[in-house]
């Protein structure tokens, strides 16, 4: 199974968490930002879908 | 502003028969199917995810947890967006074995009846807060929309009326779920009807939100504004989250996604798209963000009220405090949506595990009677009692916890059944002794920690010693769910770890888990063909049903009723068990096939399932990467290799079962791999299988020459075998068989056998004739001498005799000569020829015995066409075969000499009209002495003559007869021989 990628996005989380947090819960920032992030994430699951879906039907 | 009952109750009719009516118009197709099936509806009809808890109670959640109150769906979110790798493989699961809830899928996987029985209780428990939770929420929504002071203060008046339009909805929501959701097959009415519920809460959410931040602070500058004077509120968003409490909660509401019954259900079990795998990496969290995007704006907008109405009803107080009729109306309905959506389908899934774990197992179904229609009348009943449960313990409650404390109540248990899910298809080691206990222990504590005190009340119970204490109550829900699951996961892995799976579990665990490194045991069936699994069938759950279940399985698998390979009958007997399963639940199921139809643990070591194997990796190819997917790129060359043998081939298990037939072995015995494959080699067709068995019991490795009729001829082969050795010392797998096709070599071998018998006869010959010649041509002399020195008439008549008879001894003494010199190549001395010349000579020659036949002789040679070879033997060529023409035709019928080809063989034909040569002599007309005519009118040589000429000329004689399949008459021999000229030119060009 593909664990590699996925290590690895944990290892980059890990390694970025403490300044993306410290975004996050700086209270100076706007009340949606978690917001943003999680429409990041939907928008990168939504290519990352669209590419696996097009290798499948290869 | 207020409701009156009435227009409270005409809202729910409303909605609920608009309800029906999308249900009603998918059943009958109406909304076409197109529609009913797309992605988008089946993503939407997930969102039953979102209940009352995620309309109202996040609210209260938000206040409490501010960030972390989105754990609620980011754990789910997550979830979602990892579901090729987290949730596919339990879809694959239900997709093959037909499992319809989560309790049946860990029975499968655990064996065990136990299992699918605790867990059914433990759901059942688990799901009574959780239903209660939405009767309540629309009890107190009812409430609040008609009472005039807006609180939810029980009146003496109102608790009747509002517990009695609870029990209404209740009752019409059972019908509901008894009239779309009880039958067997994909409810689509349903499906449909869910997604249009997500519709409405999530439309119902965003119209509250937009109109909290529009309508009540005027937009988003206004919202900042308000939340610049109220600092205190932003920063109170960002306090929760540094308490280990935040963190309980994602781990809790990760487990929703997958342990809760009603979500398993939709996720995996109605899944009806295989691609929607993927678009619901994105789609469903997407949908999660719409829904909580609005969460804080609603949260400040009722603190911006002031109100004594509960935070977990902000979504309704905010337009009825504004006193917006229109939006109060659309938060009603879409929170009205959200539990309906939930208890449709918590009643729905959990009916189907109390009948399939508890009912039928437990009561007979009659065999008698038709089996469907006695499992819909359950599952209706089921549903009821379901709800009706439902309904007894909220009125226990007596509105005592708020939404999102009897969520945590009902998530907390369903946390205990997540490492029993998970361990599915990631710890094949896990057994069923591990879950029975972590289960036990996780889900004791949740009952002593959480569900008891619900009606005892909170306690602290000091334990004596290291100032430990036990303290029970939903306030401490952080840490009855970590001690819980932490006990519980403990356990589950000890005791799996001390103890042993029994084989039924560890062939269960391995067909679960697609990545352990199994070898699949080939388990032995003692049944010969699907008629006995009828019959067997038959005893438990009718012969109808029985002949329908078997005849759906084979139409499913595409397989012949007369199947008979037990590879085959094994993966219809899985098949079968699928069906049953979705129809009467695994255990049943299970329990039904395991006494009727038993697997049988085979008695030799290392039998492995190759073709289960085979089937597992080619599915799952796509996933293989880095190692993997080489190991997986050499396997597939190997398998071709062994496939694209220019050599027939095949491997037999050590219990004889076919396990590869390659293609030159499909060309050899013209019976595909499919047909054989997963066969006992003792039941491959006539004449392989008995040809096969008797030589895998031989001693030798090698026979020779095994004469076999394939297609009414006869083939030789060779046949040579190897043992595969095992991965177990001093065992073997099987046998790997070649099969040599010396067929050609045989013919060959023959024909070399007929011309030396050939070559003998005319050496025999050669000696005969001289041996015959010289006293012949004594007589001859001496009859002459007789002749001239008698008058006597009658003596001279006699000596006339004897001259003929000599010359007639002379004649046959001189064919034996020209038969037996025939054999000498004398291909050096060859010279051009016109082939027409020497045609018309034979002809000429012919034409002068007078005393015959007289033919229309007609030669279309052309001038030009010359052969290389002895011209002298070419007219006897002609000689002899215009002769026998003539002998064999009607006077004046035409033989002609005709040119079919000239290439670097000019190919010519001589054609008669005459009668033809029968079949079954044509294989003999070229032997030597063979022929038709009558005794002593031809000696047999003429056309082994001309077979050896043409032989010497290095060129071809084919035979053709009858020429006109109509009339079935006329002889024809194309004659081939090397053109002179190509012959000169290929010379030259060699010597240049």
């Known amino acids: 199974m593909r664990q590699s990628p996925l290590l690895l996005i944990l290892l980059l989380l890990f390694i970025f968490s403490p300044r993306l947090l410290g975004w996050l819960l700086s209270t100076t920032g706007a009340w949606y930002r978690p917001y943003i992030i999680w429409l990041a994430i939907v928008i990168i699951a939504y290519f990352v879908q669209r590419s696996l879906v097009k290798k499948h039907e290869l | 502003m207020s409701f009156s009952f009435f227009d409270v109750a005409l809202i729910c009719l409303i909605y609920l028969s608009i309800l029906f009516a999308i249900a009603l118009a998918t059943e009958r197709g109406i909304i076409p199917s197109k529609v009913a099936s ?98 309540q929420a629309v009890a107190d929504t009812i409430l609040l929309l008609t009472n005039q002071n807006h609180d939810l203060e029980r009146g003496v008046d109102s608790f009747d009326t509002r517990d009695m339009l609870a029990l209404v909805y209740c009752a019409v929501i059972g019908c509901f779920a008894l009239v779309f959701g009880a039958n067997r097959e994909h409810h689509k009415g349903l499906i449909t009807a869910m997604a249009f519920e997500s519709v409405v809460k999530l439309f119902g959410m965003l119209a509250v939100g937009g109109f909290s931040v ?62 929607s795998t993927y678009t619901v990496t994105w789609a469903f969290p997407l949908f999660l963000l719409l829904m909580a995007l609005p969460i804080f704006p609603i949260l400040w907008a009722g603190l911006s009220f002031g109100s004594t109405i509960p935070s977990e009803y902000f979504s309704l107080a905010v337009p009825l405090l504004a006193e917006n009729t229109t939006f109060t109306v659309i938060s009603f309905v879409a929170g009205l949506s959200a539990a309906t959506g939930a208890i449709v389908s918590i009643s729905l899934a959990i009916s189907t595990m109390v009948m399939n774990q508890w009912i039928l197992p437990a009561s007979s179904l009659s065999a008698k009677r038709e ?66 206990t972590g289960l036990a222990i996780g889900m004791g504590i949740w009952a002593a920690g959480l569900l008891l005190p619900i009606y005892i009340g909170e306690h602290v119970i000091e334990l004596g010693f290291a100032g430990l204490s036990l303290k029970l109550g939903i306030s401490h829900w952080s840490d009855i769910a970590l001690w819980a699951t932490s006990l519980n996961v403990s356990a589950f892995i000890i005791v799996s770890l001390l103890s042993k799976q029994s084989n039924e579990e560890r062939y269960s665990a391995e067909l679960c888990s697609e990545d352990e490194l199994s070898h699949p045991v080939r388990m032995v069936l003692d049944i010969r063909d699907p008629d006995e699994m009828v019959e067997r069938l038959g005893e438990r759950i009718g012969r109808n049903t029985a002949r329908i279940e078997v005849d759906r399985a084979l139409a499913q698998l595409s397989m012949n009723p007369n199947e008979r390979r037990p590879y085959a009958l094994r993966r219809l007997r899985d098949e079968i068990e699928a069906n049953l399963s979705g129809l009467l639940g695994i255990s049943l199921a299970t329990e039904i096939m395991d006494t009727l139809i038993p697997l049988r643990v085979p008695e030799a070591e290392g039998a492995t399932d190759i073709n289960l194997i085979e089937d ?52 050899l015995s013209g019976i595909a791999s499919e047909q054989v494959t997963g066969s006992r080699l003792d039941d491959v067709l006539e004449p392989w299988g008995p040809l096969l068995a008797s030589f895998v019991d031989l001693d030798v490795d090698h026979t020779h020459k095994e004469q076999v009729e394939i297609a009414d001829s006869q083939r030789w082969l060779n046949l040579h075998k190897a043992s595969i050795p095992s991965s177990l010392e001093h065992q073997i797998d099987g046998q790997v068989i070649l099969l040599e096709d010396v067929t050609e070599l045989q013919m060959l071998e023959d024909e070399l056998l007929h011309s030396e018998r050939l070559a003998s006869v005319g050496r025999l010959a050669a000696g005969v004739a001289h041996e015959i010649g010289n006293p012949v041509t004594g007589i001859d002399s001496l009859a002459q001498i007789l002749k001239y020195e008698t008058d006597d008439p009658e003596i001279i008549e006699t000596a006339d005799q004897i001259l003929s008879q000599t010359k007639r001894v002379s004649r046959i003494v001189h064919s034996l000569v020209s038969f037996s010199h025939a054999g000498r190549n004398r291909g050096s001395e060859y010279e051009a020829c016109n082939l027409r010349e020497c045609v018309q000579e034979g002809m000429n020659l012919i034409a002068l015995q ?67 040569i ?21 000696t047999g040589l003429g056309l082994a003559m001309v077979y050896s ?37 290929t010379l030259s060009n060699t010597s240049s």
């Open chain 2, 371 to 436: 089996v469907y229609g006695q499992i819909v009348l359950i599952r209706r009943v089921l549903v009821i009692a379901v709800i009706a449960l439902a309904y007894l313990f909220y009125s226990g409650l007596e509105n005592r916890f708020s939404l999102s404390q009897l969520g945590l109540i009902s998530f907390i248990a369903a946390l205990q059944l997540l490492p029993g899910i998970l361990c599915v298809t990631y710890w094949a080691r896990a057994n069923r002794q591990g879950l029975l």
């Open chain 2, 918 to 938: 029968a079949p079954e002599i044509q294989d003999r007309i070229l032997e030597p002495f063979f022929t038709t005519k009558d005794p002593g009118e031809g």
């Open chain 2, 214 to 275: 529009y309508a009540i602070f005027g937009g988003m500058g206004g919202l900042d504004q308000w939340l610049a004077d109220h600092q205190t509120n932003l920063e109170y968003l960002y306090e929760p989250l540094k308490h280990t409490e935040s963190h309980t909660l994602l781990l809790v509401f990760l487990s929703t996604a997958v342990a809760m019954p009603h979500i398993f259900h939709m996720a995996v079990v109605e899944n009806p798209l295989r691609h």
């Open chain 2, 38 to 135: 797309h992605p988008v509806v089946y993503i939407l009809s997930l969102g039953i995810f979102a209940s009352a808890l995620s309309y109202y109670g996040v609210i209260e959640l938000a206040e409490n947890f501010g960030y972390g109150a989105l754990a609620y769906y980011m754990g789910t979110g997550m979830l979602f967006l990892f579901a090729p790798v987290a949730l596919k493989p339990l879809m694959e699961l239900a997709r093959r074995f037909q499992i319809t809830s989560m309790a049946d899928l860990l029975t499968f996987r655990y064996h065990s009846h136990e299992v699918g029985g605790l867990v059914t209780l433990c759901m059942l428990l688990a799901v009574m807060p959780l239903l209660s939770l939405q009767i």
């Open chain 2, 616 to 667: 597992r990796l080619n599915h799952y190819r796509e996933h293989f990467s880095g190692l993997a997917a080489e190991l997986d790129s050499l396997r597939l060359y190997h398998r071709r290799t062994l496939e694209q043998l220019p050599m027939a081939g095949l491997s037999v298990g050590k219990d004889r079962e076919v396990l590869m037939w390659n293609n030159s072995m499909q060309q």
């Open chain 2, 850 to 916: 007078k005393e015959k036949a007289q033919m229309l002789f007609v030669n279309e040679v052309p001038e030009y066409v010359q052969v290389l070879g002895d011209s002298q033997r070419l007219i006897q060529v002609f000689v002899n075969l215009l002769g026998n023409a003539r002998d064999a035709c009607e006077e004046g019928t035409k033989v002609s000499v005709i040119v079919e080809q000239v290439a670097k063989e000019v190919s010519f034909a001589v054609t008669d009209e005459g009668p033809g």
């Open chain 2, 949 to 985: 000429i043409i032989e010497d000329h290095n060129g071809q004689l084919e035979l053709i007869s009858p020429v006109d399949k109509v009339l079935q008459r006329g002889t024809k021999f194309v004659i081939k021989l090397p053109n002179a000229l190509a012959s000169a030119e």
